[in-house]
């Protein structure tokens, strides 16, 4: 069973920067793809971006331009950068790998 830890999240200033973590058990090059959602409160939930196992990223035009994926192999953990946050981008991220099951979340508070 692979656990699943999502991280980062906090209260920012419109205009400021977050980075939010999605670390595994185990290898993450044996996932073939990694993807960041959220949720905003009375919202489905939002597929923002995917990363591939050769590294290669798919980021929603809703976002691109300030999200991004990158990953650290060696600590078997994905990241978002999300930078320019505005307060729509208010929600729970969360990151699934492949067909895994949802983890945890972690919020993200962006104030105007």
């Known amino acids: 069973q692979v656990r699943l830890v999502e991280s980062g999240g906090g209260l920012v200033q419109a205009g400021g920067s977050l980075t939010l973590s999605c670390a595994v058990s185990g290898s993450i090059l044996r996932f073939n793809r990694m993807t960041w959602y959220r949720q905003a409160p009375g919202q489905q939930r939002e597929l923002l971006g995917t990363m591939y196992r050769l590294g290669n990223t798919n980021i929603v035009d809703s976002v691109k331009g300030r999200f991004s994926i990158f990953r650290d192999n060696a600590k078997n953990t994905w990241y978002l950068q999300m930078n320019s946050l505005k307060p729509e981008d208010t929600a729970v991220y969360y990151c699934?790998?492949?067909?895994?099951?949802w983890g945890q979340g972690t919020q993200v508070t962006v104030s105007s």
């Open positions: 699934k790998p492949d067909s895994e099951s």
